[in-house]
């Protein structure tokens, strides 16, 4: 696997590094030793799949509140997404800064995605589908989120057409003074 950090300190592109053949290809998606070098989360507490049906369908931007802060790996198994995070670090140099990634089932990128992190997607095709490992277990009582659209974050999204929950678009203005006290 080929890791690549971004401009965010601690988060990844992960790129798989596959052997071709005759028959097609093999990779290595996961290896809990190549993750342990790195000092990266290596924990797997669930697997979550999300279908999207429409090109334009935006998640996010979700995390989860302590004491159930999550890494997440994510992954395009069908379709394309513009993959994003956003660093609530508070005490980071890069603090509200984003960075996206095209992920697709042909580049077989993934997103590391470390706690601190907000994350969300936004489907390139319709039939999409995003695999997410991830290492704290679900806690609807912690969920929180950001908006995708928040001047703060200054997130260059790839397209106008949309499809959004009520929730994603319900979220107040990112106010760093009371962060993260939500």
């Not at 696997?1 to 971004?6: H, K, L, R, V, Y």
């Not at 097609?24 to 507490?45: D, H």
């Not at 989860?64 to 956003?86: H, L, N």
Request: aromatic share 14%; hydrophobic share 40%; charged share 30%.
């Amino acid at each position: 696997m080929i890791f690549t950090e971004t401009p965010l300190r601690g988060a990844f592109v992960i790129e798989a590094d596959p052997f071709d053949d005759a028959r097609g290809l093999f990779a290595r998606t996961w290896c809990q030793r190549e993750f342990e070098a790195r000092a990266l989360e290596t924990r797997i507490a669930q697997c979550s799949t999300s279908f999207n049906k429409r090109k334009g369908t935006l998640r996010g931007l979700h995390y989860q509140a302590p004491p159930f802060e999550e890494t997440k790996v994510v992954r395009c198994t069908r379709g394309s997404i513009y993959d994003v995070i956003v660093d609530l670090r508070a005490d980071a140099s890069t603090f509200t800064r984003s960075f996206g990634a095209v992920l697709s089932a042909d580049n077989r990128k993934a997103m590391y995605v470390p706690v601190g992190f907000a994350h969300g997607f936004q489907t390139l095709e319709d039939d999409t589908e995003v695999l997410y490992q991830i290492s704290e277990f679900y806690a609807p009582d912690h969920a929180r989120g950001v908006r995708w659209d928040d001047p703060a974050f200054a997130i260059p999204w790839p397209d106008d057409e949309r499809v959004i929950s009520a929730r994603d678009r319900g979220y107040p203005d990112f106010d760093p003074f009371i962060f993260p006290r939500r």
